[in-house]
């Protein structure tokens, strides 16, 4: 008798009764396991640190909104009305760096849902913000009310995803009455940390007030902690529009999360250079820092970039590519440099989801990892430079994060995974491990199990219809929306959230103002 055999009857019947658990994943609380890699020596960061304030402080930002402008020049700031150029001092940026908060704790809607944003911990977004979508059965199209709700449902369902993200416009709703359809969705569909957009301060104020209703949430108790973000796009270059300075100045006020983004394209809204875009980047970045700290020291605000290249020939943006890479890189080093957790992004600039939108969104990706990104924004599903977000690669992209957020865990080397009585002592000289005590414990746990990939051979394959990946992804979105079921809320809250958005639609909602 062999030891697998004496292996087998040791285990006998029983195993056979027991069959082990099922895999349970948590990939919530995720900290970025991977060396930071740096693009620029740390003399040459010091200087473009130094270059963005010498920008601030000698070339100013254009500052459009005229509470902004009033909060600066209280601050100290030199302000130009007439021009609204606005001139920030080295010492205004360095105090709100030093009030800026290096660890964020964001609370969701359940408690294991919560996270930390601080340097070296890892949160995925999918797409976000096209104003299209698409799938292999409906087609490219204008995005719609079902097309958000659909999103949203995916997204809650894939634990990788820790934050809500804008997904795509729901264009059948009117902007008016936009963010009370976002806002409801989110309340009842998930219970992930929730994203709201800055069009003005009523829509806002409409948000928070919905947000506080269906958590059941006091106002103190909604200003102690981050319940839920917005995004800051400036104006590339050196330019803070009304909605974006006002976002900045209403989301700092109630305790909430601004993640700050220049959205810089190398050779048209930024230098041609990677250090020249990211130079930008960054004073744009610390200047809409700078008016949060002084809305309210100790506001929650996450730094951020969105740095890539255009393609020259044509002058649309371009993702994926070694300077966008490159790019990612530097902000890693300013962030750090700074201490503050911050935003980075992959994504594509692909038509369809093909070989190139899969290349350059997993090279954008790991740009982000490498540079030791805290929020990595359009990780899945975003194509066409943002133009649109796919059913299909949003499914294909959560599974490259699936198995990045099993790299965060690390392996285990100890007695049990080392196996010498469980699995070494158990097999002959050119036998197998099919059968050890180890792997009949581990064989439905250990290895991470894929929901789109297809590991059969080629003949199996074959046998199965030569289905590929793309087609594979609309079974696995159509079989988790026709099983979805949300988490449970709370009824007398959501009636509360009905009756507030019914009188609130009545009252003509809110439009967005700029």
Same mark, same amino acid.
């Given at each position: ?31 970025? &396991? ?40 209280? +601050? ?5 009305? =007439? ?28 408690? $294991? ?17 096209? &104003?299209?979508?698409?799938? !292999? ?11 958000? !709700?659909?999103?949203?449902? @995916? ?42 957009f800055s069009r003005g301060t009523p829509q806002v104020m409409d948000c928070f007030e919905m947000l506080s209703t269906a958590r059941g949430l006091s106002d103190d108790e909604f200003r102690t902690n981050a319940h839920c973000y917005t995004i800051i796009n400036t104006n590339s270059p050196r330019t803070l529009d009304i909605p974006m300075a006002q976002g900045l100045i209403d ?13 810089? @394209?190398? +050779? ?17 970045? !610390? ?106 690669? @949003? ?5 490259? @994060? ?22 070494? $002592? ?65 009824? =007398? ?22």
């Amino acid at each position: 008798m062999t030891a697998q055999d004496r292996g087998r009857r040791r285990r006998g019947r029983g195993a056979e009764a027991s069959p082990p658990p099922g895999r349970d994943v948590n990939y919530r609380q995720l900290r970025n &396991p991977f060396p930071l890699m740096e693009v620029f020596p740390a003399d040459q960061i010091a200087d473009m640190h130094e270059t963005a304030l010498r920008t601030l402080e000698d070339l100013g930002v254009k500052t459009l909104l005229p509470e902004a402008r009033k909060l600066f020049k209280l +601050g100290g700031a030199r302000v130009d009305e =007439d021009s609204e150029m606005v001139f920030i001092g080295r010492d205004m940026v360095e105090a709100a760096v030093a009030s800026a908060p290096k660890s964020i704790a964001c609370r969701a809607g359940a408690r $294991r849902r919560d996270f930390t944003l601080e340097l070296g911990s890892l949160v995925f977004q999918p797409g976000a913000g096209a &104003p299209n979508a698409t799938d !292999l059965e409906r087609g490219r199209r204008p995005a719609t009310g079902q097309d958000y !709700l659909e999103f949203l449902k @995916l997204t809650h369902h894939f634990d990788v995803f820790q934050m809500i993200s804008p997904q795509v416009e729901p264009q059948d709703v009117p902007t008016h009455l936009r963010h009370y359809f976002t806002t409801q969705a989110q309340m009842e569909l998930t219970d992930k940390f929730p994203f709201f957009f800055s069009r003005g301060t009523p829509q806002v104020m409409d948000c928070f007030e919905m947000l506080s209703t269906a958590r059941g949430l006091s106002d103190d108790e909604f200003r102690t902690n981050a319940h839920c973000y917005t995004i800051i796009n400036t104006n590339s270059p050196r330019t803070l529009d009304i909605p974006m300075a006002q976002g900045l100045i209403d989301f700092a006020r109630h305790g909430q999360m601004s993640i700050i983004t220049p959205f810089t @394209l190398m +050779g048209a809204m930024a230098p041609i250079t990677v250090a020249g875009a990211i130079t930008l980047s960054h004073a744009e970045a !610390l200047a809409a820092l700078t008016l949060t700290q002084l809305a309210k020291p100790g506001a929650p605000v996450c730094y951020g970039t969105f740095t890539s290249n255009v393609d020259m020939k044509s002058g649309a943006p371009a993702f994926g590519t070694p300077s966008h890479f490159q790019a990612s890189l530097a902000a890693g080093q300013l962030a750090r440099h700074l201490g503050l957790p911050w935003r980075s992004a992959a994504g594509s600039a692909s038509n369809v989801n093909d070989v190139q939108a899969a290349n350059e969104n997993q090279f954008g990706l790991w740009g982000c990892l490498m540079a030791g990104a805290t929020v990595i924004i359009h990780s899945a599903g975003w194509l066409e430079g943002g133009l649109t977000v796919s059913f299909e690669k @949003l499914v294909c992209d959560a599974e490259v @994060l699936n198995m990045v957020a099993e790299l965060c865990s690390g392996a285990q080397a100890g007695t049990s995974e080392i196996g010498f009585d469980t699995a070494l $002592r158990e097999v002959d000289p050119s036998g197998h491990f099919f059968a050890t005590s180890q792997t009949m414990e581990r064989y439905n746990t250990e290895f991470y199990q894929p929901h789109v990939h297809d590991y059969a051979n080629f003949g199996t394959w074959a046998e199965r219809g030569s289905v590929d990946a793309n087609h594979r992804a609309t079974d696995v979105w159509k079989g988790i929306l026709n099983e979805f079921k949300a988490p449970a809320i709370d009824n =007398d809250r959501v009636g509360d959230l009905h009756d507030f958005i019914a009188r609130r639609t009545a009252e003509g909602g809110a439009p967005p103002e700029s």
